[in-house]
T-cell receptor
Framework: GESVGLHLPTLSVQEGDNSIINCAYS??????FIWYKQESGKGPQFIID?????DKRQGQRVTVLLNKTVKHLSLQIAATQPGDSAVYFC????????????FGAGTILRVKS | KAGVTQTPRYLIKTRGQQVTLSCSPI?????VSWYQQTPGQGLQFLFE???????NKGNFPGRFSGRQFSNSRSEMNVSTLELGDSALYLC???????????????FGSGTQLSVL
């Protein structure tokens, strides 16, 4: 989950297709994980979270999958829309450290119409 | 309900100067966290305040400091600015201390600081 480098990976999808954004996190002791969406000129916006004792959680058009064995998190967006174009960040947190989150580097999602 | 408000939106300073950024949390939120976002390092935690007390601190030099007022508004200060301090500074508020997973962080749009 540590942020790295200048070049963010980019995922380009066709409007209407499903998107899968992946994240490798660093701390096996993290209690929860969050996906954020950041549009240009705005701060990160909460999408969905998942506790470490779960392996799947669904929201509206989004699903988060957690694989603790390989410390991997994914965000699935169904029927991707142009408004989904943004940078997506995963973040991990620990109840011990309150609102201190460790963010991943981010993935750029581009939706082609 | 108004969101997290950060002022100013943009700021240009020169090396060696100091700067103060302001954050007004969502009404009723008592926790305010600050993050620095740069292209090279991504989003990094600076510190968190709850009820005027610093609860957590990230790995930043002492030039970075903050405080929280009794109305939960927060300021962060950076002294002796360096070129590398150029970044988007984000403030986030939460209703609680993050002791449960239901207390989500809501971010403002940030203050873009450029150090020349």
């Amino acid at each position: 989950g540590e942020s790295v480098g200048l070049h963010l990976p980019t995922l380009s999808v066709q409007e209407g297709d499903n998107s899968i954004i992946n994240c490798a996190y660093s701390n096996s002791a993290s209690d929860y994980f969050i996906w954020y969406k950041q549009e240009s000129g705005k701060g990160p916006q909460f999408i969905i979270d998942i506790r470490s004792n779960m392996d799947k959680r669904q929201g509206q058009r989004v699903t988060v999958l957690l694989n603790k064995t390989v410390k991997h998190l994914s965000l699935q967006i169904a029927a991707t829309q142009p408004g989904d174009s943004a940078v997506y960040f995963c973040a991990e947190g620990s109840l011990e450290y309150g609102n201190k989150l460790v963010f991943g580097a981010g993935t750029i999602l581009r939706v082609k119409s | 309900k108004a969101g997290v408000t950060q002022t100013p939106r943009y700021l240009i300073k020169t090396r060696g100067q100091q700067v103060t950024l302001s954050c007004s949390p969502i009404s009723g939120h008592r926790s305010v966290s600050w993050y620095q976002q740069t292209p090279g390092q991504g989003l990094q935690f600076l510190f968190e305040y709850f009820s005027e007390t610093q609860r957590n601190k990230g790995n930043f030099p002492g030039r970075f400091s903050g405080r929280q007022f009794s109305n939960s508004r927060s300021e962060m200060n950076v002294s002796t600015l360096e070129l590398g301090d150029s970044a988007l500074y984000l403030c986030a508020s939460s209703s609680g201390t993050g002791a449960t997973v239901n207390e989500k962080l809501f971010f403002g749009s940030g203050t873009q600081l450029s150090v020349l």
